[in-house]
Nanobody, 125 residues
Framework: VQLVESGGGLVQAGGSLRLSCAAS????????MGWFRQVPGKEREFVGR???????HYAESVKGRFTISRDNAKNTVYLQMNSLKPEDTAVYYC????????????????????WGQGTQVIVSS
């Protein structure tokens, strides 16, 4: 499967961005999708995930500000980011669950298989 993120950019603190992740190559609707982010010199950090059947969960650092949704007809998952903070600056990656139709809560990189190339988000203060 191939994943392509888009929608990153430069935004002022308090602003919003919506990232998209377009998937191709296999039955998108059978797989949960995750979002991670990474800054130079740090580990890739879990942001949130949406299961194949639409259940979402988020890292505490973004809960209440970020929302993940999916459109199976378009093979696309979205990350709506509101009330952005400078500490949200990172390269954002989407990834597919390693296992299909998996409802359990997962947040480790090892639980995810295919990854996109990332999109840069910069939040200025």
């Amino acid at each position: 499967v191939q994943l392509v993120e888009s929608g990153g950019g430069l935004v002022q603190a308090g602003g919003s961005l919506r990232l998209s992740c377009a998937a191709s190559g296999r039955n998108f609707s059978n797989y949960g999708m995750g979002w991670f982010r990474q800054v130079p010199g740090k580990e890739r950090e879990f942001v949130g995930r949406i299961t194949y059947n639409g259940v979402t969960h988020y890292a505490e650092s973004v809960k209440g500000r970020f929302t993940i949704s999916r459109d199976n007809a378009k093979n696309t998952v979205y990350l709506q980011m509101n009330s952005l903070k400078p500490e949200d600056t990172a390269v954002y990656y989407c990834a597919t669950d390693r296992r299909p139709v998996y409802s359990f809560s997962v947040s480790s990189r090892s639980d995810f298989g295919s990854w996109g190339q990332g999109t840069q988000v910069i939040v200025s203060s």
